[in-house]
C-alpha cells in the first residue's frame, strides 16, 4: 500500500463539534466504496476513538482520508501526536482511560501506526 493514496476524499478537524461531521463523512464514504453496514459501523467506531484521542491529547486538530485499495477500505487520521501505543493488553472495564486504541485495534482488520512529517498517522483497514 502506498504511503500517500492517491485519489482520495479527506477532511480535516479541529475541535469536538467537528466529530459529527467526521463520523457522517466516514459513513458516506464507505458506503459509497461498498463496505457493509455493519463494518461501516465498526469502521465510524474506530475513527471516533481515533480522532477523539486526536482532540484530548494533541493541539491542532486533524485530518482524515477515505479511500480503497486492494479490497480493502481504508482510513488514515493523521494528526500533530506522537507514536500510538498499540499492541498493549486490554484495559480492565473499571479502566477510566486507554481503552480507545485498544477497541481500534480488536475491532479493525489491519492497524498500521507511523510517525511523519509533523506528526502521526493511524491507518486502519476493513476487508471489503
Partial sequence: MSEQPTGVDG??????DDLRAVRAFVAERARA????????????LAVSELTTNTLQHTGGGGHIRVWAED????????DGGGPRPFGRAMPSAEATRGRGLAIVERICDWVYSAEVPGG??????LDL
Wanted: charged share 20%.
Fill in 33 to 44: 466504496l461498498g463496505l457493509a453496514q455493519a463494518r461501516i459501523d465498526l469502521l465510524t
Fill in 11 to 16: 477532511m480535516s478537524y479541529t475541535e469536538p
Fill in 71 to 78: 479490497g480493502r477500505l481504508l482510513c488514515d487520521v493523521v
Fill in 120 to 125: 502521526t498517522l493511524v491507518r486502519v483497514a
